[in-house]
């Protein structure tokens, strides 16, 4: 069983920066394919980014150019970089993680989730 820490959350103004962390229980660079996922009351869970177990990387196109995912296997942590934070990127903030090497699968594990409120 898996588990991931969610942290780094918080209340930003428009235009600044956050940076999101997911620890995970165990090694799971070499593994699994680990997501960040955003949700709105009212609304679906959606996927913001994703990191393969190679690396590669796949963003949502409202967060193109703005979000960065990585990771840092020796902490056994991804991360996402959000810069230039807008009012409708306000969210809960979700990381999940599974073994299928898709971004499109559903992941097995969830983490508990921090809020991301974007407001002046």
């Known amino acids: 069983q898996v588990q991931l820490v969610e942290s780094g959350g918080g209340l930003v103004q428009p235009g600044g920066s956050l940076r999101l962390s997911c620890e995970a229980s165990?090694?799971?660079?070499?593994?699994?394919?680990v997501g960040w996922y955003r949700q709105d009351p009212g609304k679906q869970r959606e996927l913001v980014a994703c990191i393969r177990k190679l690396g590669f990387t796949t963003y949502a196109d409202s967060v193109k150019g703005r979000f960065t995912i990585s990771r840092d296997n020796a902490k056994n942590t991804v991360y996402l970089q959000m810069n230039s934070l807008k009012p409708e990127d306000t969210a809960v903030y979700y990381c999940?993680?599974?073994?299928?090497?898709?971004?499109?699968?559903?992941?097995?594990?969830w983490g508990q989730g921090t809020q991301v409120t974007v407001s002046s």
């Open positions: 999940g993680a599974q073994l299928s090497g898709s971004c499109y699968s559903a992941p097995t594990y």
């Open positions: 165990e090694t799971i660079s070499s593994r699994y394919t």
